[in-house]
């Protein structure tokens, strides 16, 4: 039990850092793309900048869930998901340095950022359970 809890959350973390080897060349591309969007008001500069900023790293994180649900030994994969989502919030939260001190809009910015990481990877996660089990109940279907 205690091995298969430690594997699992070592699958977790590993595939949580191996993220960030494919999601940073993926976001240098992305950027060249997305450099010159002009976002004006305060709505749009603090909740849209940081959703459309932070796109390939969702999709990755997407990945990410997929695979923890995936390469998990476990009757319910979608739970382990829930750590590499916390790693995303937690260091999405403090990875943010600042030229100057940061305003409240600043502060919002930063965890819709990390909270969209997190929910991306869930939601990897979560689909790739709804497809496993959809695809096992076709499987055991017998016609009649």
């Known amino acids: 039990m205690v ?4 594997r699992n959350l070592f699958i977790g973390f590993g595939v949580y850092q191996l993220s960030w080897w494919i999601a940073y060349p993926l976001a240098r591309v992305y950027d060249k793309f997305a450099d010159r969007i002009i976002y004006r008001g305060d709505f ?9 900023r932070t796109i390939p790293y969702a999709l990755v994180a997407v990945g990410v869930g997929a695979c923890v649900a995936w390469l998990v030994d476990s009757e319910r994969p979608f ?5 590499p989502a916390a790693l995303y919030m937690y260091f999405g939260t403090i990875s943010y340095t600042w030229g100057r001190p940061p305003l409240f809009l600043d502060r919002v910015a930063q965890i819709v950022d990390a909270t969209f990481l997190g929910v991306a990877c869930l939601v990897g996660a ?3 359970v709804r497809r496993q089990a959809t695809s096992t109940q076709t499987l055991h279907v017998t016609p009649g």
């Open 3 to 6: 091995k298969s809890i430690l």
């Open 79 to 83: 739970r382990w998901a829930i750590f």
């Open 126 to 128: 979560l689909i790739f």
């Open 44 to 52: 749009a500069g603090t909740v849209l900048m940081p959703l459309v």
